[in-house]
């Protein structure tokens, strides 16, 4: 199997994802399409790093997981913050701010 | 190998130190510690700027993926300056919330900060993604610090959603840059964006789009009014200045450095995002009747000045626009520690609070008045020279219609800057108290008014140390 299929399904998440955070309604569901953008990421990575046959890519992969994990825990202590105070986790209530 | 002061990555380490310690004096510590952790944070950045100055140039680490060159100790300095000013105004803040987490406070401010001098010497791919999640994620934390807040949780969610986006967006772009160059080393992007390879035209592409997020560049801008409303002014004054630094050298060390001679091919992309966000900044700022989001949406449209200098892509551009970030620092850090003062006296961050301020504060009346003139660019302050710093150099690269542009829109930018101005000083308020000015804010201000003042009058040695820092980029 060529490098296509892999750039094929990482670009096809990609999109995916963007178009989840940029759809949903609920933050919960915009913080899934971002993190099947970040994982779009690692496939990418990954599969360069095969073809090219330098483990950097690999390296680089392990660095972009753990972001991920440290980026999503503190989306979710935001939300849960947001839902203590607001009462609600539609993205489409937040609008005291605006202008 | 030897230790010496000079060394590489020292002023990193010893700040995460720092940043570790404060973390254990706040355990430690019994009831309201927010002055002297604040003041323990002051002194040892005193120490961190000092080391940046007897680090030896030129010195690299790890197969020259961390480079401590001139642009680098210049970012760095600006950095630690940024964040001087920023804590002396914080330490006078009395929320509650300062003096019972302010360990949390310095802490976070001094991991982004970490990230940011990284930043400023990566000369790697990963190294620069790393460093610009250290440097991104506290800032979350910190626009949502007054968590019982209703808005600023709104504002931190906002942000961090167009934040991690960003992030994503820069990491796929990342991933296509190695894809193609086999090496994460920015010396590999010239010779491979030269072979014309679409992936690579494609990585670079959506690398500074993910950038432009993080500057606050035109159609990705939305998030900084909002995140400058709800968070604490102090901290705002910082997240205007020190973060937008860090993504410009994160640009410059990717499209200047790393592109090479292939760079001018990204002129016209840069000059079209610089014009609309000047227009777009300049435009919005009008209607606002909130200052702290009519500063953010100036702010927006300097982010787009920074960029005529950078659309350049000449010696002579990037170094304006560095000397442009210096200017910005001072006047943009100043006018937010005004907004500061008048808000803990006013409870108020409405354009309205500013209504006969010269007949209550005649100094602190004169001091906004100074660092908005800066802003929009009155001769003998800082902002002058530096838009027509910037101006100059676009000339020299043909560029005359986005010069043009940028010329038409600072009278608009004035015409703002001015409303604010005839609140304070044509317009009568039934108060005629005085509005007092906690004395360390009150020396935040003097700072930023000595550097306005003094870059105004001479600007000749920061022009100098711009060229020079930027001459070793070409």
């Given at each position: 199997m060529g490098l296509q299929p892999f750039l094929v399904l990482s670009s096809a998440l990609f999109c995916i994802g963007l178009f989840g955070v940029i759809t949903r309604r609920n933050t919960i569901g915009i913080l899934l399409?971002?993190?099947?953008?970040l994982n779009s990421v690692n496939i990418n990575l990954v599969a360069f790093s095969r073809f090219n046959g330098s483990v950097a890519g690999m390296v680089f992969t392990v660095f972009t997981i753990s972001i991920t994990v440290a980026e999503m825990a503190l989306g979710l202590a935001i939300v849960i913050l947001l839902f203590r105070v607001r009462r609600t986790a539609m993205a489409d209530h937040l609008d005291l701010l605006k202008g | 190998m030897t230790f010496d002061l000079g060394m590489p990555l020292l002023a990193e380490v010893a700040l995460f130190a720092l940043a570790v310690l404060v973390l254990i004096v706040g355990l430690i510590t019994q009831g309201n510690a927010h002055q002297r952790i604040g003041w323990l944070t002051l002194i040892g950045l005193v120490g961190v700027l000092g080391l940046t100055f007897v680090a030896t140039e030129g010195a690299s680490l790890f197969s020259l993926s961390f480079v401590q060159d001139d642009f680098a100790l210049f970012a760095k300095r600006l950095f630690i300056v940024a964040t001087m000013v920023s804590l002396l105004g914080s330490l006078t803040l009395r929320h509650s919330t300062f003096a019972r987490r302010s360990a949390e406070y310095h802490f976070a401010i001094l991991s982004s900060l970490v990230g940011m001098m990284v930043l400023a010497s990566a000369r790697d791919l990963v190294l620069i993604f790393v460093a610009f999640e250290l440097m991104s994620i506290p800032l979350y934390v910190l626009t949502g610090f007054l968590k019982r807040d209703s808005t600023t949780s709104e504002a931190a969610l906002k942000f961090f959603l167009v934040g991690t986006v960003s992030s994503a967006v820069i990491a796929y772009g990342m991933s296509f840059i190695y894809g193609v160059t086999g090496s994460t080393a920015l010396e590999a992007i010239g010779p491979a964006l030269a072979d014309g390879s679409p992936l690579m035209v494609l990585g670079m592409t959506m690398l500074f789009a993910g950038l432009s997020f993080k500057i606050a560049a035109f159609p990705f801008h939305m998030w900084a009014p909002d995140a400058y409303e709800a968070a604490s002014t102090p901290f705002v004054a910082w997240l205007a200045v020190a973060p937008k630094a860090a993504g410009f050298v994160a640009i410059i060390r990717l499209y200047v450095e790393g592109a090479g001679s292939t760079s001018l091919m990204w002129m016209?992309?840069?000059?079209?995002?610089?014009?609309?966000?000047?227009?777009?900044?300049?435009?919005?700022?009008?209607?606002?009747?909130?200052?702290?989001?009519?500063?953010?949406?100036?702010?927006?449209?300097?982010?787009?000045?920074?960029?005529?200098?950078?659309?350049?892509?000449?010696?002579?551009?990037?170094?304006?626009?560095?000397?442009?970030?210096?200017?910005?620092?001072?006047?943009?850090?100043?006018?937010?520690?005004?907004?500061?003062?008048?808000?803990?006296?006013?409870?108020?961050?409405?354009?309205?609070?500013?209504?006969?301020?010269?007949?209550?504060?005649?100094?602190?009346?004169?001091?906004?008045?100074?660092?908005?003139?800066?802003?929009?660019?009155?001769?003998?302050?800082?902002?002058?020279?530096?838009?027509?710093?910037?101006?100059?150099?676009?000339?020299?690269?043909?560029?005359?219609?986005?010069?043009?542009?940028?010329?038409v829109l600072t009278v608009v930018a004035l015409y703002y800057y001015l409303l604010v101005a005839r609140r304070m000083y044509i317009e009568t308020s039934d108060r005629t108290d005085p509005i007092p000015v906690p004395g360390l804010l009150g020396l935040a201000i003097v700072i930023c008014l000595i550097g306005v003042i003094g870059i105004g009058v001479y600007p000749g040695p920061w022009v100098d140390m711009a060229l020079r820092v930027a001459s070793t980029l070409f």
């Amino acid at each position: 199997m060529g490098l296509q299929p892999f750039l094929v399904l990482s670009s096809a998440l990609f999109c995916i994802g963007l178009f989840g955070v940029i759809t949903r309604r609920n933050t919960i569901g915009i913080l899934l399409g971002i993190e099947l953008m970040l994982n779009s990421v690692n496939i990418n990575l990954v599969a360069f790093s095969r073809f090219n046959g330098s483990v950097a890519g690999m390296v680089f992969t392990v660095f972009t997981i753990s972001i991920t994990v440290a980026e999503m825990a503190l989306g979710l202590a935001i939300v849960i913050l947001l839902f203590r105070v607001r009462r609600t986790a539609m993205a489409d209530h937040l609008d005291l701010l605006k202008g | 190998m030897t230790f010496d002061l000079g060394m590489p990555l020292l002023a990193e380490v010893a700040l995460f130190a720092l940043a570790v310690l404060v973390l254990i004096v706040g355990l430690i510590t019994q009831g309201n510690a927010h002055q002297r952790i604040g003041w323990l944070t002051l002194i040892g950045l005193v120490g961190v700027l000092g080391l940046t100055f007897v680090a030896t140039e030129g010195a690299s680490l790890f197969s020259l993926s961390f480079v401590q060159d001139d642009f680098a100790l210049f970012a760095k300095r600006l950095f630690i300056v940024a964040t001087m000013v920023s804590l002396l105004g914080s330490l006078t803040l009395r929320h509650s919330t300062f003096a019972r987490r302010s360990a949390e406070y310095h802490f976070a401010i001094l991991s982004s900060l970490v990230g940011m001098m990284v930043l400023a010497s990566a000369r790697d791919l990963v190294l620069i993604f790393v460093a610009f999640e250290l440097m991104s994620i506290p800032l979350y934390v910190l626009t949502g610090f007054l968590k019982r807040d209703s808005t600023t949780s709104e504002a931190a969610l906002k942000f961090f959603l167009v934040g991690t986006v960003s992030s994503a967006v820069i990491a796929y772009g990342m991933s296509f840059i190695y894809g193609v160059t086999g090496s994460t080393a920015l010396e590999a992007i010239g010779p491979a964006l030269a072979d014309g390879s679409p992936l690579m035209v494609l990585g670079m592409t959506m690398l500074f789009a993910g950038l432009s997020f993080k500057i606050a560049a035109f159609p990705f801008h939305m998030w900084a009014p909002d995140a400058y409303e709800a968070a604490s002014t102090p901290f705002v004054a910082w997240l205007a200045v020190a973060p937008k630094a860090a993504g410009f050298v994160a640009i410059i060390r990717l499209y200047v450095e790393g592109a090479g001679s292939t760079s001018l091919m990204w002129m016209p992309m840069v000059a079209a995002i610089a014009g609309m966000t000047i227009v777009t900044g300049n435009l919005m700022a009008i209607p606002q009747s909130n200052i702290k989001r009519l500063l953010a949406y100036s702010g927006i449209a300097h982010i787009g000045y920074m960029l005529i200098g950078l659309a350049a892509f000449s010696s002579s551009g990037v170094a304006m626009m560095l000397f442009y970030l210096v200017a910005y620092l001072f006047g943009n850090m100043g006018a937010f520690m005004v907004v500061e003062a008048v808000a803990q006296s006013e409870s108020s961050d409405g354009i309205d609070a500013y209504k006969g301020l010269a007949q209550r504060s005649p100094l602190l009346a004169l001091a906004m008045l100074i660092f908005l003139l800066s802003l929009g660019g009155i001769p003998f302050v800082a902002g002058f020279w530096a838009k027509l710093y910037v101006f100059w150099a676009a000339i020299e690269r043909g560029l005359y219609g986005l010069v043009f542009l940028g010329a038409v829109l600072t009278v608009v930018a004035l015409y703002y800057y001015l409303l604010v101005a005839r609140r304070m000083y044509i317009e009568t308020s039934d108060r005629t108290d005085p509005i007092p000015v906690p004395g360390l804010l009150g020396l935040a201000i003097v700072i930023c008014l000595i550097g306005v003042i003094g870059i105004g009058v001479y600007p000749g040695p920061w022009v100098d140390m711009a060229l020079r820092v930027a001459s070793t980029l070409f």
